[in-house]
């Protein structure tokens, strides 16, 4: 169950009250208000509660006179009559081996007294009683007995969950390599083989990160209620079927039962009591009008269900709400994550685990209308056809699938079109999985990107510059004049201001992938500039909801009466995500800026938000979100209760300790945030963002020695960014080492080109020193980044001495 770390919405975590830029006069001083910058004893358990699924029962309520069947999961032993291939397909399956109680049958792991050591952790597998137990670290550090509950996965690895008070399961961080031993498996592994780990990591196999009914429950069991209760941080965790049945796709099935008792052949009733459609038509769906065509074509579209059925698991998302119908946009019951780095490389390749959909989206097999289920059989998981055969069912063999194609010979590694297109990369240590973003290989983008290529990654040991003169003897040179957005992303990251013309393109261009067109608006909206709100606006009305969202973040910005314009309508948007945004970035607008007819859309949607929150306030992140909600509608006191809950969960959240400090500061209690930030550095004494805040909070203190040393850290520690050199470097200046501020920004200026507060900076002190050749150089690089600014041409000409 090693999964990615918490996916924490920054727009949240993170209050930045950067001042107006002014590229002439800067005020050599720290302004303080409203900066802050964040990341952001063993009892049985009784067994999991499986909820008995419940005969179909037809509910007629008074009114109206039609008769409301309630939708009921019945249970996969209901569908096998009817159904016996796809059943007998299924069992087998990843999905129904999903999760299982652990016994003789279902645990593959050797439990003969086996014995594995993980740093200094000596963990020892056995048998007693009849049940599977381990032997090793505990909560407390001290070597423990626990029984085995269930097994987690089958193949290439299992996983065992073990019970804790509170209706917890724990994952192992210890897993059962299952692959044959001549692949290398058969055998116990580690999965932070890297990480020297001990009871007080928060990734300990104990921890709140490795807890199965929060981070993993969800995906495999199906109709799964995680029952947490934030009162006493426990859980009553209830699902239909321990894995991922029949309904865990399809929806509850009782009207669909009912139906199928009183249908008659020929089944022309097209809604045969479903509760959710899913329409493949993969079989038909894609042909060849004759041999020269080079792609197959869709005859017939599949159903947007089809693929949101698929979305709800296989992405990197956090959870909105519970219970919802399958089928649904991801972003109705879930907050999907962007090709943001680091998470992604630049050009939107897969790095942290990926579930899938981020990298499908951007395929131009997406684009096309391909889908899952063109490719994979959906009850047994299989492939439709192995090796090439499955590419060539839409793309021309004749054309593709030969040596003409990819110069490899035809039995080799390199002549594969899944090894070239779509490499794999192991997650949890040996689980290979493929890059769905299936891109042509492009290791001249490795040059300036740094992100991988297929060629490379098959022959380790030549570089991209080797690749890319073997692909301009095959191709030519013109496959290196391809436009790709890796290259406008990789520039939004790392160029600031200058990336802006660049990232609006991407942003308006309707070809590019919508996944890919949300990312680049949310590089802009740093970024985000009055003359902007037409385009924000623009952006609001795309038909690709994670558009409309980030289009949302945008606006964030700007003024209530503006906000209120254009982010209002959005309430009531079809799409649950959209409307919960809207409702997050309006939360400090008053009722009285409101129309009349958009206050009930208002209630609703803050409602629906609340609820998320309430859902997930296991997760700390949600728990600092919930307080930054709070502190935007300007209550304090419950936003400082929320930042300690989650402090609570995690005492090494570090943006909690920031926001918690700043709340201090607005009640004028900078004792008691000072108090919280030295707590935080004493569990995270490498915590640039501790030391940031710290710094800033000493300034408001007039302690300008201990501010400098604690700026000083935060830059060292976090050299990257550009804000903390800044006021590093300001910081400096004010204490007179203008010597020393000048080779901070300067440095700052190498590593992170374009930001305009650092080169405002340089270009004041460097004046003020009466060196204006020097200051040239820095307003010069400005008038790279904002071409035609009047007011820095006026600067240069008076650096260049002409009047």
Known sequence: MKKPKPIKNMSEITADGKGKRN???????????????????????????AVTPAPPVAKAEPEPAMTVVTKE???????????????KAWQGSDHELAMQEANAQTVLGNFNNAKFKHGD??????????????????????????????????????????????GRYQALSIAWDSRPKAEGGQRWFHLYPKDKM????????????????????????????????????????????????????????????????????PYLDDDKGLAVKLHSHWQEAWTFPDDSVLFAHREQAAGNELMNTCWACHARRSTLVEGSLPGLPLEDTHRPALLTQPTYYADGQQRDEDYTWDSFRQSKMFQKGVTCMDCHEPHALKLRAEGNALCTRCHNAAKFDTGKHHFHKQDSKGAQCMDCHAPEQNYMVIDGRHDHSFRLPRPDLSLSLGSPNA???????????????????????TWRNRPHYGTTLHAGATQGI?????LLDLARDSGSPAIVRASALTLISPLMQPELLTFARQQLQDDDPSVRIAALGLIESVDPVNRVLSASPLLIDPVRGVRIEAARILADVPDSQFPASRLSARKSAMTEYLDSLKLNADWPAENVNLGNLYMRQRNVEAAITAYQRALTLDPGFVGAYVNLADAYRQQGRDDEGEKQLRRGLSLLPNAADLHHALGLLLVRKTDKTAALQELAKAAKLAPDNARYAYVYGIGLNSAG?????????????????????ILSALISMLREAGNNKAALVYAREAAEALPNNKEIEQLILELEGVK
């Open 23 to 49: 590229l002439v006069v800067l005020l050599l001083i720290i302004v303080l208000v409203g900066l802050v910058t964040g990341g952001v004893y063993f009892t049985r358990t009784p067994p999991l509660k």
């Open 73 to 87: 999961y019945v249970g996969a032993g209901a569908c096998k009559q009817c159904h016996q291939p796809e059943f």
């Open 121 to 166: 952790v000596e963990s020892t597998f056995f048998k007693r009683d009849g049940k599977f137990m381990v032997r090793t670290d505990g909560r407390d550090g001290k070597s423990t007995d626990y029984p085995i509950m269930y097994t987690f996965g089958v193949t290439p690895l299992q996983q065992y969950l073990i019970a804790f008070p509170g």
């Open 198 to 265: 001990d009871h007080t990591d928060p990734l300990h196999w104990t921890g709140r990160y490795q807890n199965w009914n929060m981070e993993c429950a969800e995906c495999h069991s199906t109709n799964l209620k995680k029952g947490y209760d934030a009162g006493t941080d426990s859980y009553k965790t209830t699902f239909n079927e321990i894995n991922v049945a029949c309904e865990a796709c399809h929806g509850p099935a009782s009207r669909h039962v009912e139906w199928a008792k009183q249908a008659q052949p």
């Open 455 to 477: 060629c490379t990654q098959c022959h380790q040991k030549r570089k991209p510059e080797w690749a890319a003169l073997a692909l301009d003897k095959w191709y030519g040179k």
């Open 498 to 502: 200058k990336a802006l013309p660049a």
């Open 737 to 757: 080492k203008q010597r020393e501020a000048l080779a901070v920004l300067k440095a700052a200026d190498v590593r992170q080109r374009y930001d305009l507060d």
